[in-house]
């Protein structure tokens, strides 16, 4: 069974820090490509970055570009998404998503990041 568990979102100033972790059950990751989705209030849910399952190649949303770095453990078969600079504008559930062609989509349940003074 294909599961997701994210966790570290916190309530943190901004110009902080934090660093979200997805533990991966069910499946390895080299056979996936993973991603980072947030969703704010009011808002849709927006990729963020994401990774090939090898974790050789990874690309970005333009909002946080130079901020934020993804990135994978094969032998604890996690995703993290390490934030830096955080800003109000961050505010939101952060997801994890597997996604394998011709097997879709997999999500966590979600993890809050709140930035906020």
């Known amino acids: 069974q294909v599961q997701l568990v994210e966790s570290g979102g916190d309530l943190v100033q901004p110009g902080g820090s934090l660093r979200l972790s997805c533990l991966a059950s069910g499946f390895t990751l080299s056979s996936y490509a993973m991603s980072w989705y947030r969703q704010a209030p009011g808002k849709e849910r927006e990729l963020v970055a994401s990774i090939t399952g090898a974790g050789t190649s990874a690309n970005y949303a333009e909002a946080v570009k130079g901020r934020f770095t993804i990135s994978t453990d094969q032998a604890k078969n996690t995703v993290y998404l390490q934030m830096n600079s955080l800003k109000p504008e961050d505010t939101a559930v952060y997801y994890c998503?597997?996604?394998?062609?011709?097997?879709?989509?997999?999500w966590g349940q979600g993890t809050q990041v709140t930035v906020s003074s």
């Open positions: 998503n597997a996604y394998r062609w011709r097997i879709g989509h997999y």
